[in-house]
């Protein structure tokens, strides 16, 4: 047991990774960089011919960052085609003031980084460029301050568009969804998940108080930190799924359904969401009173009460052919964000609380509608939760 904990010991002093990431992000990331670099120098070597300098050697430290780590802030454009470019330019200039010497390469590489601070583009192998233009052989001393040009700009920019392309192309869907902060009401308040525990200020602070370049760009570490708080919900409610609290005899219209029908059900029942289905009960749509509400085209400056108002809405006149909505197909909201029934409750924080919604239709495994959960399900059903486990552990 001990020589285990040694070994971790070693292992964390010399900075071993962890594995986190799959085999096919791996393979993903390897042939991106390889693509990369080829078409980036390649492309060079083709518009300036086979006998100059085709590509710089710190373009492979630029390829590792914008493949392997992409969501790192060292890895994003502005530092990337500034960070590399801007040290060239610093390096060119050592070179000239005191020639290609050890001392010169290791103050071109600080003055880059001196620079790289104030214009918020730090990029490590931008230092490499520095070096590379002080002791870089006689084609690099012979294109003086062209090296900046070409091929360092030309290779920034053309590795920089691969790798886009290569993200865009292998990897569409965002590598992390954008944080909402704030009121959707548009209010001064912060949403639902900011008013407790961690929030945008914690973070900025605790990123003052380190005090140090971190490796992630500030949303994701953000969307990071939610990812492991949700885990951690995850493993205290998890067992409770939306089959367990959603309501099940539910009131459903479908597209052809007329309004008025919609709204005599809506305040019948005393209910603010009717989920729309076709045939086969899948869900096509929700509408619910704001639907209407909407729809209803309210004008402050307007002298007709709401009533009369929702009273236009739903009634047709007879003989008279417009183009008002008369169904309740056009007025619902699609597609509906639907959950399903062995998906846990603690999914649904986050869409029942920042993203507005207020009622999430649950589907079976064949995707037809079986259940409802609203928020008061899940208030309910957290608030058991943690009063069934405070008495567990008593």
Same mark, same amino acid.
């Given at each position: 047991?001990?020589?285990?904990?040694?070994?971790?010991?070693w292992w964390l002093w010399l900075g071993v990774q962890r594995q986190t990431v799959s085999q096919r992000e791996r393979a993903r990331d390897v042939l991106g960089a390889v693509l990369g670099l080829w078409l980036a120098g390649g492309l060079v070597w083709l518009g300036w011919g086979a006998q100059s300098l085709w590509l710089a050697a710190p373009m492979g430290a630029s390829a590792v960052l914008?493949?392997?780590v992409p969501s790192s802030p060292l890895a994003q454009p502005w530092p990337m085609l500034a960070g590399n470019v801007m040290s060239a330019l610093v390096g060119v200039a050592v070179l000239r003031w005191l020639g290609p010497t050890p001392v010169a390469a290791a103050l071109a590489g600080g003055l880059a980084l001196a620079l790289m601070f104030p214009l918020r583009c730090v990029h490590p192998p931008g230092g490499a460029v520095a070096i590379t233009a +002080?002791? @870089?052989?006689?084609?690099?001393h012979d294109l003086g301050f062209g090296f900046a040009l070409l091929p360092v700009a030309a290779n920034s920019v053309l590795l920089l568009a691969v790798a886009l392309a290569w993200r865009q192309v292998t990897q569409p869907a965002p590598m992390h969804g954008p944080i909402v902060h704030g009121s959707r009401h548009r209010t001064a308040d912060p949403s639902p998940q900011d008013r407790i525990g961690l929030t945008?200020?914690?973070l900025d602070a605790a990123l003052r108080n380190f005090n140090q370049l971190v490796d992630i760009d500030r949303d994701a570490l953000e969307d990071l930190l939610r990812q492991a708080q949700m885990q951690a919900w995850q493993r205290r409610f998890g067992s409770v799924r939306c089959a367990d609290i959603m309501s099940r005899d539910l009131v459903t219209v479908e597209f052809a359904t007329p309004l008025d029908e919609a709204w005599a059900l809506l305040h019948k029942h005393r209910i603010r969401a009717l989920p729309v289905v076709d045939r086969?009960?899948? +869900?096509? @749509?929700?509408?619910?009173?704001?639907d209407f509400l909407e729809h209803a085209k309210l004008d402050p400056r307007d002298h007709l009460s709401l009533g009369r108002r929702i009273r236009q809405l739903i009634t047709p006149t007879p003989g008279v052919?417009?183009?008002k909505a008369e169904v309740v197909g056009q007025i619902m909201s699609s597609p509906a964000q639907t959950a399903a029934e062995d998906d846990s409750v603690?999914?649904?924080v986050s869409r029942l609380s920042d993203q507005g919604l207020h009622h999430v239709p649950v589907v079976n495994g064949?995707?037809?509608?079986?259940?409802?959960v609203t928020q008061s399900d899940l208030v309910a059903a957290l608030y058991r939760s943690q009063v069934s486990g405070e008495a567990g552990n008593r």
């Open positions: 047991m001990k020589s285990t904990l040694a070994d971790k010991r914008l493949f392997a +002080v002791l @870089g052989h006689g084609a690099v945008t200020a914690d086969a009960r899948r +869900v096509i @749509g929700v509408v619910t009173l704001v052919t417009s183009d603690v999914e649904l064949q995707g037809r509608l079986s259940g409802m």
